[in-house]
């Protein structure tokens, strides 16, 4: 069964720092990869996916994630933090017709 | 587009009452899913609809859940009768079916606190 695995459901990075959420994931065929984020009192939106082609997929505001087959990761990325990125970030793989969800990484920005 | 519309955003009631969520989803997606959030057990999936037939009802914890889906655009998630472990976060969300059917759009949620 397909599963997604985040390491740390506490990141804390000084603001300026170099952010990196990690998600794994284990699929018997290859998957269509998400990267979502919640705001404190909001619902989930799409941070980016990766569906196929390049294996390094940018997304909003600045964060980007790489696919890599062999190692069945996908993590997250941000050159530098900012205070706004705080929040709390959610990887997903696809199976058929919906999305199984990791348990969520907790990202603190210390100023 | 208005995106995923969910209401009410915050609702109050008493252990026993009937509880019934709204969720309207962006218009012309044929997938709806939904979700409930707590610290204790994240984000997990109650129930998804593909053309408002439901497909997928594993994840409705009891008999006390129902969702219904009458037309392309509402939905509805009841609870009946309500108990304190029932607070949570639940979250609707729609998804496209033949072009892009894992990208999920959610609403802003409806925070249930039973007492």
């Known amino acids: 069964a397909q599963s997604v695995t985040q390491l740390g459901s506490h990141v804390s990075v000084s603001e300026g720092a170099l952010v990196l959420l990690r998600c794994n994931y284990s699929?018997?065929?290859?998957?269509?990869l998400f990267w979502y984020v919640q705001y404190p009192n909001q619902g989930l939106q799409l941070l980016l996916k990766?569906?196929?082609?390049a294996t390094l997929v940018k997304g909003i505001n600045g964060f980007e994630a790489e696919f890599k087959k062999s190692e069945t990761s996908f993590h997250l990325t941000k050159p530098s933090a900012h205070m706004s990125d705080a929040a709390e970030y959610f990887c997903a793989v696809s199976v058929p017709n919906q999305l199984i969800w990791g348990a969520g990484t907790k990202l603190i920005i210390k100023p | 587009d208005a995106g995923v519309i969910q209401s009410p955003r915050h609702e109050v009631t008493e252990m026993g009452q009937e509880v019934t969520l709204r969720c309207k989803p962006i218009s012309g997606h044929d997938y709806l899913f939904w979700y409930r959030q707590t610290m204790m057990r994240g984000l997990e999936l109650l129930i998804y609809f593909n053309n408002n037939v439901p497909i997928d009802d594993s994840g409705m914890p009891e008999d006390r859940f129902s969702a219904k889906m009458p037309n392309a655009s509402f939905s509805t998630l009841k609870i009946q009768p309500s108990e304190p472990r029932d607070s949570a976060v639940y979250f609707c969300?729609?998804?496209?079916?033949?072009?892009?059917?894992?990208?999920?759009?959610f609403g802003p949620g409806t925070r249930l606190t039973v007492t």
């Open positions: 699929s018997s065929v290859p998957p269509y």
């Open positions: 969300a729609s998804s496209l079916g033949y072009d892009n059917p894992y990208e999920q759009y």
């Open positions: 990766y569906t196929t082609g």
